[in-house]
């Protein structure tokens, strides 16, 4: 880490991320949590070296409060989440409304309903959108929903009740 201390900050880095294999370490972190296209995983080791590159550029890395594979995994891990969040609710948000054009009265009720209960989902909180989205848009299981959030699955099982009870209140 003293290297980076450098006057050469740019070659010292890149020279750092030489030895201490720092791209294999994000890739291997990366491929092994995300289940995404090959694409999207580049993607995402992309923005996580962006990152570091930029802070470490910067000097927002302290050795004194963390070690640097402690602060590399804390990245890691918040790019992850971004990617997940990003991903679930690209998804919800890419559920398109039916064209209504001849059909009967109950399918049109149906759809007010199924819209009625849209916007009551994007009046949740965040975390309540994100527990319910997957479990009943994704089919996501509790074990995957908490593995996906970083979460106990007693929270889990926590936000999908008193995100159902919210949802009911405001329907």
């Given at each position: 880490?003293?290297?980076?201390?450098?006057?050469?900050?740019?070659?010292?880095?890149?020279?750092?991320?030489?030895?201490?294999?720092?791209?294999?370490?994000?890739?291997?972190?990366?491929?092994?949590?995300?289940?995404?296209?090959?694409?999207?995983?580049?993607?995402?080791?992309?923005?996580?070296?962006?990152?570091?590159?930029?802070?470490?550029?910067?000097?927002?890395?302290?050795?004194?409060?963390?070690?640097?594979?402690?602060?590399?995994?804390?990245?890691?891990?918040?790019?992850?989440?971004?990617?997940?969040?990003?991903?679930?609710?690209?998804?919800?948000?890419?559920?398109?409304?039916p064209a209504y054009e001849g059909r009967s009265?109950?399918?049109?009720?149906?759809?007010?309903?199924?819209?009625?209960?849209?916007?009551?989902?994007?009046?949740?909180?965040?975390?309540?959108?994100?527990?319910?989205?997957?479990?009943?848009?994704?089919?996501?299981?509790?074990?995957e929903i908490a593995e996906q959030l970083n979460?106990?699955?007693?929270?889990?099982?926590?936000?999908i009740h008193y995100g159902l009870r919210k949802?009911?209140?405001?329907?």
């Amino acid at each position: 880490m003293e290297a980076i201390n450098s006057s050469d900050r740019t070659a010292s880095i890149e020279r750092f991320f030489r030895e201490e294999k720092v791209l294999e370490k994000i890739t291997r972190i990366v491929c092994f949590q995300v289940n995404g296209s090959c694409e999207d995983r580049e993607d995402l080791i992309s923005e996580i070296v962006k990152v570091l590159l930029m802070n470490l550029r910067r000097g927002l890395y302290i050795p004194e409060k963390a070690t640097f594979n402690a602060y590399l995994r804390g990245i890691i891990r918040h790019k992850i989440s971004d990617y997940f969040r990003r991903k679930k609710f690209a998804s919800f948000t890419e559920i398109q409304e039916p064209a209504y054009e001849g059909r009967s009265e109950k399918l049109l009720l149906q759809a007010e309903e199924k819209q009625r209960l849209r916007r009551s989902i994007h009046k949740l909180e965040r975390k309540y959108q994100s527990v319910i989205i997957l479990r009943y848009y994704q089919q996501a299981g509790i074990a995957e929903i908490a593995e996906q959030l970083n979460l106990d699955e007693r929270k889990v099982y926590n936000r999908i009740h008193y995100g159902l009870r919210k949802l009911r209140d405001y329907i």
